[in-house]
């Protein structure tokens, strides 16, 4: 690509300094002046700023949105889950461990005894529940605040993505938030 | 109650060194308390708060105590606690002397150099004159200019004390180009001082107070707005607006402040400072907002006629605004105000600059310095000098 | 009387200024934890191991800024005087002294500008 070819007063550079100075400083005012008037309480703050105060405040997010998994569901409770191994073998960054066994029920071939993911290598690529037969595995908690004060809290094990509380924190982890 | 006053007077009088003594460590104190309130802590609550409202959002406003946020003024207390609290890490190879020695120098220097900067006039105490300077040395500019040349001293410390390869080549980068624009700084207010004849700040206000645009040669001679100017101030910039907008560049350079923050680099180039820990590190910073309070000084002080108000005289024990006799003590708070919101006019365009430009580039840095500072600023002087003389 | 006056207020206020930085330092040298470990001994080079000595060889262009440095810099030192004490009395003659000694440094800024010396590609 040619670089653009500067006019005279371009070159000049201190006309469009002033420019962009006076865009700067027209927000600096137009905000100064909305946070004022909200300060005296005639207006919301949202005038003045874009922040969302994010602790108070979320943001909501698109429902196709991928946040951290879960497992659904049959009607009696039990993971929907067979054990395929399909999603295990779907993922990228090699983050879901299953364990597989005898199912019961012998309409179904297996179930896991375990089905752990180490959500501290998970990329959020939603590999796994494309790849799912049985619509077993789903991204859409909508819980994205995954911090502990070590890294087993990150390893989600079956009871635990089983959890229908998207807030839920796992049993063996310290919450990160456990100053308040 | 009386006798105890009188006794004061008459020995304030007897000893007029006394006097001279108690007004130094006031004077002392004011400046202390202004450059470390603003210097200190008011330019980075500053910093954070102008920047959020420039850019649509909402800034720091977290740190609270007792649950009164107070706009975010208190991040700077936490800042300075956590400075202090801090380990204060020196490298094992490097020497720990010179290591503490580099941020003390780097800004205690850009603070003595307030020594020279005028606050005010003059004031009469028990029949002492006390100038309302620190020290009213004659050479006043060339002693900020020398205090500035010292402060380079503490960035090339740190950086070779430092045994860091990323912090050597930082305090190259800061010294090569703090150097090439002090030239730069010295010569763009010349032009001005050209009007002024003298180095001392004091006398740059008072000319610029005493005279107005329509006296200067050649545009008071203008056939019809020569009667007009006569009621503009001949502030430096007014004379000089070429060597104003050189100075207030250099300046920036000078603060190593962005865009022209080669030396440090926030986030992006590690600079002489990566060293260094705690309340050293945020020493370092400080001389950064020092600076900035130091060369809005100046600016005001040498472009903009210091403390001068238009309409505002002041006479012997009188004030007079725009014809209106006012009591003496408001034509003072008059001044004092004026003075006050110039500086502060001044850091917040400084801030302004500081969060709308781009960084430059290491070579377009010293080919503004060399090829177009250098050459306009010389041309300036001359132009000024040649039309200066062609007047007389 | 007054260069008394003067100096007392400037020594006043470099110790005032002295003293504050120096507590500054000392406080935090004497507050803060002292943890060491080998880790954080090493020189910060973002992660990876320092190769070499610190101390190495840099760009001569460094040295040729110095050097330009110090030519402007007297230069400016000089016009300083002859701004503020001389220009009154030598009137049109300065002008033309004056005019001799920035030429002479125009021409060796000229001449190094043509030979590349600022150059920074």
Redesign the interface.
């Known amino acids: 690509m040619p670089k653009p070819k500067m006019t005279f007063v371009e070159r000049l550079y ?1 006309p469009e ?1 002033s420019k ?2 006076a ?3 027209r ?2 005012f137009r ?2 002046w909305h ?1 004022s008037l909200a300060s005296l309480g005639l207006e919301s ?1 949202d005038r ?4 969302i ?1 994010y602790p108070e405040v979320r943001r909501p997010y698109p429902l196709v949105a991928r946040s951290r998994h879960r497992l659904t569901k049959r009607e009696d409770g039990s993971p929907k889950c067979v054990a395929c191994m399909m999603c295990a073998t779907a993922c990228p960054a090699d983050c879901i461990f299953i364990e597989a066994e005898e199912h019961p029920d012998p309409a179904i071939e297996k179930r896991p005894r375990h089905f752990d993911i180490d959500m501290s290598k998970c990329v959020y690529c939603g590999f796994c529940v494309e790849a799912c037969p049985e619509d077993a595995i789903r991204m859409d908690t909508g819980s994205f605040e995954l911090a502990y004060f070590d890294r087993k809290g990150l390893v989600y094990d079956k009871e635990f993505l089983l959890n229908d509380d998207p807030h839920a924190v796992p049993a063996h982890a310290e919450p990160l938030s456990r100053g308040n | 109650m009386h006798t105890a006053l009188d006794s004061l007077n008459a020995a304030m009088s007897a000893h007029p060194l006394l006097v001279q003594a108690l007004a130094a460590v006031a004077k002392t104190v004011f400046m202390m308390t202004v450059v470390m309130l603003i210097g200190g802590l008011i330019l980075s609550w500053v910093e954070r708060k102008q920047s959020a409202i420039m850019q649509d959002r909402i800034g720091a406003n977290r740190a609270a105590i007792l649950g009164v946020r107070a706009w975010g003024l208190f991040h700077n207390l936490a800042d300075a606690a956590k400075g202090i609290l801090k380990e204060d890490f020196i490298p094992p190879d490097a020497n720990p002397f010179l290591h503490t020695l580099a941020p003390f120098l780097a800004v205690s220097t850009a603070v003595v150099a307030f020594a020279v900067l005028p606050f005010g006039g003059t004031v009469h105490l028990w029949g002492q004159s006390v100038d309302l300077t620190i020290a009213p040395l004659p050479i006043g500019i060339l002693f900020v200019w020398a205090m500035m040349g010292m402060g380079v001293y503490g960035v090339v410390l740190a950086g070779y004390v430092s045994n860091n390869k990323f912090s050597l080549l930082g305090c190259l980068r800061a010294t090569a180009q703090v150097i090439s624009y002090e030239v730069a700084t010295g010569l763009t207010v010349l032009g001005a001082l050209l009007f002024y004849r003298s180095l001392d700040f004091r006398d740059m206000v008072a000319w610029q107070m005493g005279h107005n645009l329509g006296q200067v040669p050649f545009l008071g001679h203008l056939p019809d707005l020569g009667a007009v100017l006569a009621h503009i101030p001949a502030w430096g910039v007014f004379l000089q607006p070429l060597g104003f907008v050189l100075f207030f560049t250099a300046t920036i350079v000078e603060m190593t402040r962005i865009p022209f923050d080669l030396p440090e680099g926030e986030s992006e180039i590690i600079g002489y400072n990566i060293e260094y820990s705690g309340m050293k590190f945020m020493i370092f910073m400080m001389s950064e907002f020092v600076e900035s309070l130091l060369f809005a000084w100046v600016i005001v002080l040498v472009f903009f006629g210091g403390w001068s108000l238009p309409g505002l005289h002041l006479g012997d024990g009188v004030a007079v605004l725009f014809g209106h006799a006012l009591p003496y003590a408001s034509g003072v708070a008059l001044e004092a105000a004026a003075m006050a919101l110039k500086i502060v006019f001044f850091l917040w365009f400084q801030m302004l600059v500081r969060w709308s430009l781009p960084r430059f580039r290491y070579d377009q840095i010293m080919h503004l310095g060399w090829k177009i500072m250098l050459p306009l600023a010389l041309a300036n002087l001359a132009v000024t000098g040649v039309l200066g003389v062609l007047a007389r | 009387m007054a260069f008394t006056v003067t100096v007392m207020g400037l020594l006043i206020f470099a110790a005032a200024v002295a003293a504050n930085f120096a507590g500054m330092i000392l406080t935090s040298t004497i507050l803060g934890p002292k943890r060491r470990n080998s880790v954080k001994d090493q020189p910060f080079e973002c992660g990876s191991l320092p190769v070499g000595p610190t101390h190495t060889r840099f760009h001569i262009r460094f040295y040729l800024t110095a050097i330009l440095f110090l030519i402007f810099d007297i230069e400016v030192v000089f016009l300083y005087p002859f701004i503020t004490i001389l220009r009154p009395e030598l009137g049109v003659t300065g002008l033309w002294i004056m005019g001799a000694f920035l030429a002479v440094l125009v021409f060796g800024l000229a001449y190094e500008w043509r030979r590349g010396g600022m150059e920074w590609d």
């Not at chain 1, 003045?48 to 922040?51: E, F």
């Open positions: 201190l300094i962009g100075l865009l700067t400083s927000h600096f905000n100064l946070h703050r003045a700023m874009v922040t105060a």
